[in-house]
């Protein structure tokens, strides 16, 4: 008797609601016929999101299934797809579009030196070692730049991500310019995603990234960036995700010496000992080092010096050792 006589008051409240055509989002709404008390009393209301996703946080890869295409069907797609996005080719083993630029030639920007340039999305390649005039031998990360192109501008007016309460406006309103690298193939991914390149004329791409501009910085959709963007002797930030090492020990993650191999030691020469005292608080302080998983976090390498440009094939040797995974952002710092 108590649950219908609470379902029917809920219905009743649902129904008044309703009737007075109000915004949900200024009225309590009822989530069930038991707390319909409990949120009378406490007043909850519907609030939005606190978390703001930005333009391009779509679905990207859509469900494949067998479609049972002949060949002159799939003739016909590869012809569509190569009449939007140009004809396939293979830059720097990568396999991708030559794209034909729909905008007109850039004109020189002045750049100051409180500009704030973007960056750019690369792949690491390897380890190399290059010598100095002086003859030092220094170890060098390759990061391949491939089919980066300009996707879309959002002007300061219109970009406002999210930030922590402040008093007043920003010192500097910044704008935003998003970044893809490695074109793909448009039947691959759904149609809201595919939407996002229309403007720029370019094919969707598999890499996606925003970075944040002085106004007097901004590219047009559809350019294309390369290598060259970044000059040597240059200094710039690189961030990627770091290698999944799974889950290690405590020698292997954060590098304890371990116990004695002898001298009593009896099958805990990997351990890491004592993790908190019986005294005092008598508990695990946080953040104590003890083993977990290592490895696949966003991590920054900051101050890493451009030392080659290589324009033929677009890689930069930087003056660093990345312990990171293929795909990386490179920018200039502020």
Known sequence: MALNHNLRLA??????????????????????????????????????PRVKYPLWFLQKERAEYIENLTRNNK???EEVVHDQCGAPAVKS???????????????????????????????????????????EKCRTTLVQVVDNHIIKYIPPEEFKPNRKPYRGEPKRKLGCLLVGAESGDPSLYTKEYCGLFKNSGVPPKKKLCRFIITPDAMLPPGTPLTAAHFRPREF???????????????????????????????????????????????????????PGHMGNRWRIAKGTEVLRINTTEPMMPQRCWLNQSSSL??????
Not at 97 to 111: F, H
């Open 329 to 334: 952002v490179v920018r200039a710092p502020l």
């Open 75 to 77: 003739a016909f797609i």
């Open 11 to 48: 219905l009743s409240n649902c129904n008044r609601i309703l009737s007075r055509k109000s915004n949900i989002f200024e009225t309590p709404f009822l989530f069930g016929c038991s707390e319909v008390i409990n949120i009378r009393q406490k007043k909850v209301w519907i609030r939005p």
């Open 93 to 135: 083993g990568i396999e991708t579009y030559n794209t034909p630029l729909k905008i007109e030639p850039l004109q020189p920007l002045e750049i100051t030196t409180s500009s704030k340039r973007t960056g750019l999305i690369g792949k690491i390649i390897g380890q190399y070692p290059l010598w100095m005039k002086n003859g």
């Open 236 to 290: 710039l930030d690189v961030r990627g995700l770091t290698v999944d090492r799974g889950f290690q020990g405590v020698m292997k993650r954060w590098g304890f010496k371990g116990m004695p191999a002898t001298h009593g030691v009896t099958k805990s020469h990997r351990r890491g000992g004592c993790i908190a005292s019986g005294a005092g608080k008598a508990r695990v302080y946080p953040g104590k080092k003890m």
